[in-house]
């Protein structure tokens, strides 16, 4: 063996990246499993397992093509792969460039980079593209991307007369509407062997053991793709914005696991898709929607990540000071139905779909004024889809507007409201979205008010902050909301409200 080939645990494709021209005569294909990205955080059960149990399945694969591959444990990434070099007598170790910039700048001038094709979009290319433009709009890269990937088009015109559909796709599902079920995947050998290292590791974990969500092979991700193609993409638009109490996944696909980590790449999600659409029976504005999340929000993000730069997780526009709540962790620390809710589907499966994200965790930890690098080392740890380049534009960029309007024009907030009509845990809740002030008022719609009044020069400068800014001149309670909000936030730090 000559050459070595580090394979991140997050670029597990056998056709991209440095694989994609391996040889199994010549090339020693090197996984490393590094000790301080264990040890670094509070990580939730499934997302560790999920990452460690589909390297190491990928990595059998593999051996079964006939190459030589060495699974390490080791302090660093950098570490094992100084080990494989030393122990095999490596000439040089190639990989495709790295996903975050930590692991960018640990490996750089170490191993030969080659180039990373695991989006559909070249970094470079999104960066002359963002270069270019007065605002980093997204809606505009994603009018590009459809022109140049030719998806959806009618020649130079968009399928359909129009770019997007949204306006089609903020329904609630009709009383009685029923779901397809869940898409089971059953545990193999090596999923339960992982599954026990990690309960009796040292690691500092949170969140329930695996149960039959999430599967951790290629095989299982195509079955995942196929079976959204079948059963949920027709009705995928409609209702992909709405929070149901008793259906956790609705019609959204669950594919961002897979994607995220290599075993499925856009291209072939986007092929599906195409092809699945030409029968005739899926709705445009479901399949424009779908699209829109993958070769528009997921290529806008990761070219947003490398964009702004390392430094730009540590924004902090509005000063924000407050530690993480302590109903981030514990759903019992909350009488906030949605909110309990949502960290009690986290804790069980590590997930919730982009909405609750969004408008009930990032709303409020926006409204509540937490500091936005505690919230985004939160998501990291809990999400079994999460990675830097995801969460630093989505948290620091959109969900808490912490960039100050570099990314997004306007703080993504609300009030009760918006939960209430998206969503069905306002009844029966102890809080009443319609109330600003009293032992019943929704925190969320109290501290809406509070956000804005704090804010109010900057809004006031903001065209698109407009409504919100009347809406705070019509309030007549002003004076006791303000003294609530002191109570409330009072109340969510000590995990009683």
Same mark, same amino acid.
């Given at each position: 063996m000559k050459r070595g080939i580090y394979v991140a645990f997050d670029q597990l494709h056998r056709n991209y990246g440095a694989l994609k021209n391996a040889n199994p005569k010549t090339d020693l294909i090197i996984f490393v499993e590094s000790q301080r990205m264990l040890e670094s955080k509070k990580w939730h059960f499934q997302r560790l397992w999920f990452m460690i149990s589909a390297a190491q399945h990928f990595a059998a694969e593999l051996s079964g093509e006939g190459f030589k591959v060495i699974y390490l444990k080791a302090t660093t990434t950098r570490a094992g792969i100084e080990k494989a070099i030393k122990d095999n007598g490596l000439s040089e170790v190639i990989a495709a460039a790295p996903n975050s910039f930590r692991l960018y700048e640990d490996l750089q001038n170490f191993v030969k980079y080659q180039p990373n094709d695991f989006f559909l979009t070249d970094r470079e290319d999104f960066l002359n593209w963002a270069k270019s433009q007065k605002s980093l709009l997204m809606e505009n890269?994603? $009018?590009?991307?459809? !022109? $140049?990937?030719?998806?959806?088009?009618?020649?130079?015109? +968009?399928?359909? #007369?129009?770019?997007?559909f949204d306006k089609e796709n903020r329904l609630t599902p009709p009383k009685g509407y029923k779901f397809p079920d869940y898409l089971t995947h059953e545990k193999d050998e090596l999923d339960l062997k992982v599954e026990a290292e990690l309960a009796n590791s040292n690691l500092n974990l949170w969140g329930d053991h695996p149960g039959d969500n999430w599967g951790t092979t290629r095989a299982a991700a195509i079955k995942q793709l196929n079976y959204f193609l079948e059963y949920h993409f027709a009705n995928f638009g409609p209702y992909e914005d709405a929070m149901l109490g008793e259906n956790w996944s609705l019609h959204h696909s669950l594919l961002s696991p897979y994607l995220n980590i290599g075993l499925l790449h856009a291209s072939e999600v986007i092929d599906s898709v195409r092809k699945r659409y030409q029968k005739g029976d899926v709705p445009l504005a479901s399949c424009e929607g779908f699209v829109r999340q993958v070769i528009g929000w997921r290529e806008y993000i990761n070219g947003v990540y490398w964009f702004f730069g390392e430094n730009y997780r540590n924004q902090n526009h509005f000063q924000l000071s407050r530690p993480l709540l302590p109903?981030?962790?514990? +759903?019992? !620390?909350?009488?906030?139905?949605?909110?309990?809710?949502?960290?009690?589907?986290?804790?069980? $499966?590590?997930?919730v779909h982009h909405i609750p994200r969004l408008?009930?965790?990032?709303?409020?930890?926006?409204?509540? #004024?937490? !500091? +936005?690098?505690e919230f985004l080392g939160w998501m990291r740890e809990v999400f079994i889809d999460a990675a830097d380049w995801v969460m630093v534009p989505n948290v620091i960029g959109m969900g808490m507007h912490s960039d100050g309007g570099a990314m997004m024009t306007k703080p993504y907030i609300s009030g009760g409201s918006y939960i209430s009509k998206m969503g069905n845990f306002c009844k029966g809740c102890k809080y009443d979205p319609k109330l600003r002030t009293g032992e019943a008022a929704c925190p969320f719609t109290n501290l809406y008010w509070n956000f804005i009044d704090e804010n109010l020069v900057e809004f006031q400068g903001n065209h698109r902050m407009f409504q919100q800014v009347s809406g705070l001149k019509r309030l007549k309670d002003l004076p006791e909301l303000k003294v609530e909000s002191k109570r409330i936030l009072d109340g969510l730090t000590r995990g009683e409200i």
């Open positions: 890269f994603y $009018r590009q991307q459809r !022109k $140049r990937l030719n998806i959806l088009m009618d020649g130079e015109k +968009p399928s359909g #007369g129009a770019w997007n109903l981030f962790h514990d +759903p019992a !620390k909350t009488q906030m139905a949605c909110v309990s809710k949502q960290i009690s589907d986290i804790k069980e $499966r590590a997930w408008m009930i965790l990032s709303n409020l930890a926006l409204l509540a #004024g937490i !500091k +936005p690098d």
